[in-house]
């Protein structure tokens, strides 16, 4: 079992950042990939960014791609979500999720095993 907390989600203005931060517990973190889904309310859950397990590849939707930036600390076991230039529409529950297969392309959420509880992101115009 791996277990994922999400924090740093909030209310932020148009064009601000916000740092979500995922912390792991549980089994070995390196061995999993990282990713980011959001879900806007009455919508359903869509990629957003994901990060390999070990040599910093990522990849991104092309609605974040350029504001958005996904890292990890294997040693700390942690990732992370740099959110820059927030729009109203990035408005939604943030969640981070691990999967143990290998490939960081794959934007199915189906194909995670393991997710946090979200965290609420609102961009206000």
């Known amino acids: 079992q791996v277990q994922l907390v999400e924090s740093g989600g909030g209310l932020v203005q148009a064009g601000g950042s916000l740092r979500l931060s995922c912390a792991a517990s549980g089994r070995t973190f390196s061995n999993y990939v990282m990713g980011w889904f959001r879900q806007p309310l009455g919508k359903v859950r869509a990629f957003v960014a994901a990060?390999?397990?070990?040599?910093?590849?990522?990849y991104y939707a092309d609605s974040v791609k350029g504001r958005f930036t996904i890292s990890r600390d294997n040693a700390k076991n942690t990732v992370h979500l740099q959110m820059n230039g927030l729009k109203p529409e990035d408005t939604a529950v943030y969640f981070c999720?691990?999967?143990?297969?290998?490939?960081?392309?794959?934007?199915?959420?189906?194909?995670?095993?393991?997710w946090g509880q979200g965290t609420q992101v609102t961009v206000s115009s």
């Open positions: 999720a691990a999967r143990s297969g290998p490939y960081y392309m794959d934007t199915n959420p189906s194909l995670y095993d393991y």
């Open positions: 990060i390999a397990k070990n040599d910093g590849n990522t």
